[in-house]
């Protein structure tokens, strides 16, 4: 069964500091890996994109980073302002041979919080 | 603005009612989706439209029915509504089916069934 597994499931940082979630998927084939971030009350909104060739993708102070070979993925949050306190949802993309298309499978997010 | 646009933002309703959420979008997508977000914050896929074909159907129950009157407009119909129903609803766009393109999410509809 493809899955895709983030940690940690919660987090608690301070304001400034930088912090890293993790993501590890068993989908296959794969065709992207996406980071989303949701806050609350809001639908996802993308962070990065990246296919199985690309190793890292920025989006200011955003940074992911894709492992095709064992599967992980991590996204690292520079500078952590309040505003960061969101859900981050890690998704991978597998081709859906029937009709076309891809199917994305969500990871269940880890839930940040930035404090003062 | 163009966004994805969902209505209503809120339904509360009884259980065995027959409700409807509209979905609009303005980006020239040709690609729609329905996700059910449950308690967890997991996100499934519902729907999935191409060009007004139904491309995924994932397990759904037939109480629940896509209605796609053009490329802009995806609408989710439940019939005799339970109350595991009760969930946020996104609706989703993108293009070329998409590939490597990113999605665009609603801002949700959150359906609790009493």
């Known amino acids: 069964k493809n899955q895709v597994e983030q940690s940690p499931q919660s987090l608690i940082i301070l304001e400034g500091k930088n912090c890293t979630l993790q993501c590890n998927y068993t989908v296959s084939p794969f065709s992207n890996l996406r980071w989303y971030k949701q806050d609350t009350g809001r639908g996802p909104v993308s962070l990065t994109i990246m296919t199985f060739s690309e190793n890292t993708k920025s989006n200011g102070r955003y940074t992911a980073t894709l492992d095709a070979d064992t599967k992980q993925s991590s996204l690292h949050i520079t500078a952590s302002q309040l505003s960061d306190s969101a859900s981050y949802i890690c998704?991978?993309?597998?081709?859906?041979?029937?009709?076309?298309?891809?199917?994305?499978?969500f990871g269940t997010g880890t839930q940040l919080k930035v404090e003062l | 603005d163009t966004a994805v646009s969902q209505t209503p933002k809120y339904l509360v309703t009884q259980m065995g009612n027959d409700k409807s959420i509209k979905c609009e979008q303005n980006l020239g997508h040709d690609t729609m989706y329905w996700y059910k977000q449950d308690s967890k914050k997991f996100l499934k896929i519902m729907f999935s439209y191409n060009n007004k074909e139904l491309i995924i159907n994932e397990t759904v129950p037939n109480r629940f029915s896509p209605k796609s009157p053009d490329k802009a407009h995806l609408n989710l119909h439940i019939n005799s509504l339970e109350l595991g129903d009760s969930a946020v609803y996104f609706c989703?766009?993108?293009?070329?089916?998409?590939?490597?393109?990113?999605?665009?999410f609603g801002s949700g509809t959150r359906l609790t069934v009493v």
């Open positions: 998704v991978v993309s597998a081709p859906y041979f029937t009709g076309g298309g891809n199917k994305l499978t």
């Open positions: 989703a766009s993108s293009n070329d089916r998409e590939r490597n393109y990113g999605y665009t």
